[in-house]
Each structure stands twice: as structure tokens, then as C-alpha cells.
């Protein structure tokens, strides 16, 4: 596999971009990046004419890969041949908007915006400004885009800014706890309830590994922050529309938020986020409201047409029974893989979301007499014999050998023709275009790669 082509382009774009890249996350990959000539179905052809499986499908968006239905492409090249944008609303967007509205239980209004870090900005505003408090409860290494509320490190006592420009005066607001640690958030909240406006959480961890919730986790974050007239926010920025169908995570798990955001998915691979939730809250943004919240491209019709075109197909075809059952192939063929060659490591993942952990402290075998652990995934079963070294917050998902991850297998991993997201933390998702072929091929090339 030969490099020549991206490498010449990697140089120029040094020249002309910070670090050659337009994201952070993008340069992970080392020496440099390989650069993407076009997507085909469920794989990318680079640069060089190398051809890899793609499960990272744009880092989530691309629910139905890269080859769009004919629905879908016909309605996004019919609206933009009608113009690039108005500046008015359009029939489009109100039709999505019913679309979600009509399939997400929490939601009875929604605000199309332009990205998830637009969305949880501005769901942030909005619980300070509806509550009237100050201070936001975030999760210990969680991410909610490049906002800063949310690029906040330490711990509830000492929180600090995780980037450089942001006053330590906005990082007092927010306060970080650990997932899954229901004592730490109820002394956070006696400690601080009656300025907390809200917590922001993604009900499954999808940036750092993939790690699931407790259980009773979501429900004991929706009974504290009712009983401190708090909001609970569930950024579904990722799993939205992708764990738990058109109902997304939180009917999954059966919990319901105040307020959801959301991107990826509902843009159908167009830059997109939301923020919908119940109807006197989301009324309080302008003009209806005091909250002010404004955007040029907001509900561009492109972007509309195609999240809608995307969620319509999903809706009234196999694709959520397609990707789950490959998401669980994945997740099964992958356990056995690591019973044979690295039982110390954790396979994550919900639906058509999966990855391995490289966590350091497993037992040595998968399969254990003391009981039978998690065979789709880690799902954080108390009776699983692997609880006690499976990764429950993001902290034990840093502590695994991430570097190893990134710097040896990322790459035998491409060498072998699969592409996986460029570090240790980020999800790897299924799309509607991959087929078992894929799977199989990508389980062979993880044997060799372990």
C-alpha cells in the first residue's frame, strides 16, 4: 500500500492549514493522514487508489454509506439546483421537523442549527436561561463539541479550562463528575443544586470508547434533576437515530430528557445539529423566548432534504435490522477473537456501533467459569464475571494502551484494508452499504492485526 499522493497533499495543506487538517482528530494518524478521494458503498478510496473498508462513515453520519439511495440523491440534487439558500424558511425543514417530532418521544418542538457543537452551545443557553442558574454538570472526559462550557477538565471541586482561551471564570460554571458514579453527582448536587441548571450527558459514552450506563445510571440522573427542578440533557449528538431506531437512545433505555441535541444522522451527511425537547422550553428561544439563538445557514434546505430523505428510507426499509445485525457480528466474531488473542481487551459497542478496548487489567480469559460475560458488547451487567475491569468512565477508557492502539495496530489494521477511526476513543460505526462480506474480512484482518 503505497502513500505518495496523500503524503504530496499532506505537505501542501502543511503549508496552508494548522497541522495540515480542518479537525484535530484528523491528525491523529501517523506520519500524516491518508486523504480520501470519493466513498463506494461501505469503503473509501484514497488518494493513491487504495481501497479500505470505511467503518468510520464520516464519524457517524453516513447511516446509509456512501452510496445514498436514489431517494435520497434525487432529492438532494433537487433542492440544490433550486438555489443554495434563502435566508427564509422552507417547506423542507418543517417536514423534518414533523419527522422528528413525530418519532422522538422527549420532543415536542425542535431548532435545526448547523452542527452538534451549534446544538449543545445553545442547549446549554438555554437551560442557564430557563432555569436562571449558572453551572451545567458535565461527564469527566466527555465532549460535547469545541464549546467552552464544555472543554472543562479536573473535578467538580477544581474544575479548569481543557484548552487554551477559556477563562478560569467559565470553567468555574462547570462542574465535571465521573460516569456511572451516582454518589459523585448527588454530592455534587447538595453541594451546588441550587445553581445547577442542568446535566448534559450522552446516555452512552460514544467519544471515549463507548461505554455504557449503569444500570439504574440514566434513571438516577433523571430523578435527581427533577428533584432539584434541574434539566437533564441528553446529547444523542452521536446515538441519535442510531442506537434505538428512530426513537434514538433515551427510548432505548426508556429514560426521558428535558432536552435532546442532535447532528450526524439528521443531516444525512450534511452539516447539521438540534435541539428539541419539550415545547415551553425550546419556545424560550427567540423570537418566541428570551434566549437568543440565530444562524444564517440554520435549516438549510439541502441539509434538511437530506436528513429527512435519510430518515424516511430508514424508516420504511431493513436498514436499522441491517446494521444491527452486522453491529452484532461484529461485536460477537470480535469477542471470540479476543478469548484466542487478547482477553485482557474489552469489546464495547450498541447496535451498529462497536470497537476494542485496550484495557489493561482484564482476566486472562473471556469466558469465565464464575459466569458468562457480555457476548454483543460490554453492556455493565453487575453478574458479568468481567465488571470489574471493564471501562466504566472515560477515565478507564484513557487509562487503556492508547497509544499502542493508535501507533501499531491503527495502522496494521489499514495495511490489511480496513479503515478505523483514528484513535482509541472514537466510535466505528455500520452503514445500511456494508455487507457481511466486510465483516468477515474485517474480523480476519483484526486476528492478524492482534
Avoid at 448536587?189 to 441548571?197: K, L, Q, T, W, Y
Avoid at 446529547?235 to 426508556?254: K, N
Avoid at 501507533?407 to 490489511?416: A, H, N, P, V, Y
Amino acid at each position: 500500500m503505497h502513500d505518495d499522493r496523500s503524503r504530496e497533499l499532506y505537505d501542501r495543506a502543511l503549508s496552508v492549514m494548522p497541522g495540515g487538517v480542518n479537525s484535530a482528530v484528523r491528525a491523529a494518524i501517523e506520519p500524516y493522514p491518508f486523504f480520501v478521494q470519493k466513498g463506494d458503498g461501505g469503503h473509501v478510496i484514497d488518494a493513491d487508489g487504495n481501497r479500505l473498508v470505511d467503518w468510520v462513515m464520516g464519524l457517524g453520519p453516513l447511516l446509509l454509506g456512501h452510496d445514498l439511495p436514489e431517494s435520497v440523491q434525487a432529492a438532494v440534487q433537487r433542492h440544490a439546483s433550486q438555489g443554495p439558500m434563502y435566508g427564509t424558511p422552507t417547506e423542507v425543514e418543517v417536514d423534518l421537523a414533523e419527522f422528528v417530532v413525530r418519532h422522538v418521544p422527549s420532543v415536542e418542538k425542535i431548532r435545526f442549527v448547523n452542527s452538534g457543537t451549534e446544538a449543545t452551545v445553545s442547549a446549554v443557553r438555554l437551560a442557564r436561561g430557563t432555569t436562571g442558574r449558572n453551572k451545567i454538570v458535565i461527564m469527566q472526559g466527555g465532549y460535547h463539541g469545541a464549546q467552552e462550557s464544555t472543554l472543562v477538565e479536573g473535578d467538580a471541586e477544581h474544575p479548569a479550562p481543557s484548552s487554551a482561551g477559556i477563562p478560569q471564570s467559565f470553567a468555574e460554571h462547570t462542574l465535571p463528575v465521573p460516569f456511572n458514579d451516582e454518589d459523585a453527582m448527588r454530592t455534587v448536587f447538595d453541594e451546588h443544586g441550587d445553581d445547577i441548571a442542568g446535566i448534559l450527558v450522552e446516555p452512552i459514552l460514544a467519544n471515549y470508547g463507548i461505554v455504557h450506563p449503569d444500570e439504574g445510571y440514566l434513571e438516577c440522573l433523571r430523578e435527581i434533576t427533577t428533584e432539584h427542578d434541574a434539566l437533564l440533557m441528553f446529547d444523542e449528538v452521536i446515538t441519535g437515530f442510531r442506537v434505538g431506531g428512530l426513537g434514538c437512545a433515551q427510548q432505548h433505555f426508556g429514560i426521558t430528557p428535558d432536552i435532546t441535541t442532535f447532528g450526524k444522522i439528521i443531516g444525512g451527511g450534511f452539516p447539521v445539529g438540534a435541539i428539541g425537547g419539550r415545547a415551553e422550553l425550546i419556545e424560550q428561544f427567540a423570537p418566541t423566548g428570551e434566549v437568543f439563538q440565530a444562524g444564517t445557514f440554520s435549516g438549510h434546505p439541502v441539509t434538511m432534504a437530506a436528513g429527512l430523505e435519510t430518515l424516511t428510507f430508514a424508516a420504511e426499509n431493513d436498514v436499522y435490522d441491517h446494521v444491527n445485525t452486522l453491529g452484532e457480528r461484529l461485536q460477537s466474531g470480535l469477542t471470540d477473537i479476543l478469548e484466542d488473542q487478547a482477553p485482557a481487551y474489552t469489546v464495547v459497542g450498541s447496535d451498529s456501533m462497536f470497537k476494542v478496548i485496550f484495557t489493561r487489567d482484564g482476566p486472562s480469559s473471556q469466558a469465565l467459569e464464575d459466569g458468562q460475560p457480555c457476548s454483543n458488547g460490554c453492556r455493565q451487567r453487575a453478574d458479568c464475571p468481567r465488571y470489574g475491569t471493564c471501562p466504566k468512565n472515560a477515565g478507564d477508557v484513557m487509562d487503556a494502551e492508547t497509544e499502542r492502539w493508535r501507533r501499531i495496530f491503527w495502522g496494521k489494521m489499514r495495511e490489511q484494508g480496513v479503515f478505523l477511526s483514528q484513535n482509541q476513543f472514537e466510535s466505528q460505526f455500520v452503514s445500511y452499504s456494508h455487507t457481511e462480506e466486510d465483516v468477515e474480512e474485517t474480523l480476519e484482518a483484526y486476528k492478524h492485526a492482534l
